[in-house]
């Protein structure tokens, strides 16, 4: 079968491969501690899952506006103006399903073939192929973990070409859980206000997951100049325990951006789910008790599994500041189990197999990250499955 070009240049995603091949193990019978899936481990908070029932029941199942609802685009533009100071109109915001829908609309709506978008290694896995789909060129800056795997200024001047298009942004970030200082985002926008073209791509899904009493800001809080230029993509699924019903949502500053997507999408998938924009409307008008008590249990996680993995020979980590990630070096650990001929090859790759293989445990491959000898953990399930993976990770270092 003759494919399209396109789909030679990408790969399916990883992190859900990795959920997919656990799951079928785990439903073979296997005892698979699955700590991949980038999700909530929580229900979906009772107001929220109300709310999509009295939608239902009310008869909202019906084709709405492509952007969004008129209730749940008040919602987003009440929802960035309370909490994050950004004042947007209606044709300024537009929901769509998932905040990865909004990049992919993002990317579809700006980039021409050969545009280069900057993307920050440890990145998400979906970045690089989304902008390949959009016939643009991934330009891969390495960040390394003495940068605590931030971008940094001077390495963002030195990327930036007469082709650069876009550049993305994620803090906290996936999959490393750092976050960007208001003075290292000032220093980046120092940069970028130097090139009045580049669109900022800001992923925000993060933000409220957020540890040691950091603020969430993002590039446009520290530096208004680069509003209209900057889309910025946000969503109910890590917040609010949605990540099956499919809502995220972009705002720019810029309306023909806006319109842009909202066209792309209008001949793609049209409105997102009728029943889940209610649900998440409901999200957002409803206050934020429910979000601590998820908070305050991905702080005890947090805290848990940073002290384990540093404890483990041959793994070093950074203490996460956001998201659920930990990401862990692991070349100590990589080199030694190929010395011991447990692993073929002295890659991350290798690693997470055997993890996989042999000690029933599943992470994420630093490489599908753009970043080698690393593997990423998600600690958005319970304590004690955190303590039952992180035991088979000791005993697979110690055998
Ligand atoms: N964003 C989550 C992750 O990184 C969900 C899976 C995905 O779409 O990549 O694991």
């Known amino acids: ?155 963002l001047q030195k990327a930036i070409t007469p082709k650069t298009k876009a550049i993305f942004l994620n803090s906290p970030s996936n999959p490393t859980g750092m976050v960007y200082s208001d003075n290292e985002l000032l220093a980046l926008a120092n940069v970028l206000k130097k090139y009045p073209d580049i669109i900022i791509i800001t992923d925000d899904i993060y933000e409220h997951i957020l540890f040691d009493g950091l603020q969430f800001k993002n590039i446009v809080n520290v ?57 998440a409307a409901a999200a957002l008008n409803g206050g934020h008790a429910c979000l601590q008590v998820m908070k305050d249990a991905f702080l005890e996680r947090r805290n848990y599994v940073v002290e384990r993995i540093n404890k483990i020979k041959g793994l070093r980590c950074l203490k996460a500041e956001g998201a659920f990630y930990v990401f862990f070096e692991c070349v100590d650990a990589i080199n030694s189990l190929h010395q011991a001929g447990k692993i073929a090859q002295k890659t991350d790759l290798a690693f997470a197999n055997y993890l996989l293989e042999n000690f029933l445990l599943a992470g994420v491959p630093g490489s599908a990250f753009g970043l080698d000898d690393h593997i990423r953990i998600s600690f958005a399930t319970s304590m004690e499955e955190l303590a039952k993976g992180l035991d088979r990770l000791e005993e697979a270092l110690n055998k």
């Open 223 to 279: 530096a208004p100049e680069l509003y209209d230029r900057t889309i910025v993509i946000n969503g109910v699924s890590k917040a609010y325990a949605m990540t099956g019903w499919r809502i995220g949502f972009s705002a720019c500053g810029n309306t023909s951006i806006i319109k842009a997507m909202e066209n792309i999408q209008s001949q793609s998938t049209s409105n997102a789910c009728s029943i889940a924009q209610a649900a």
């Open 1 to 155: 079968m003759n494919l399209a070009h396109r789909v030679s240049l990408i790969k399916e995603s990883p992190t859900l491969a990795v959920m997919a091949r656990a799951g079928k193990m785990k439903a073979e019978g296997k005892d698979v501690v699955i700590l991949a899936a980038g999700e909530p481990d929580f229900d979906t908070p009772d107001h929220i899952k109300q709310a999509a029932i009295e939608a239902i029941n009310a008869g909202k199942t019906k084709y709405t506006p492509v952007g969004g609802t008129t209730e749940l685009k008040q919602a987003i533009i009440h929802k960035f103006a309370k909490e994050n100071n950004l004042q947007y109109a209606a044709n300024q915001v537009s929901a769509s399903a998932g905040g990865k829908h909004c990049i992919f609309n993002a990317l579809q709506a700006i980039l021409s073939s050969g545009d280069e978008v900057i993307i920050p290694a440890p990145f998400w896995v979906s970045y690089p192929d989304m902008v390949l789909l959009s016939a643009g060129t991934p330009v891969i800056v390495s960040c390394t973990i003495e940068d605590k795997y931030k971008l940094t200024a001077d390495k």
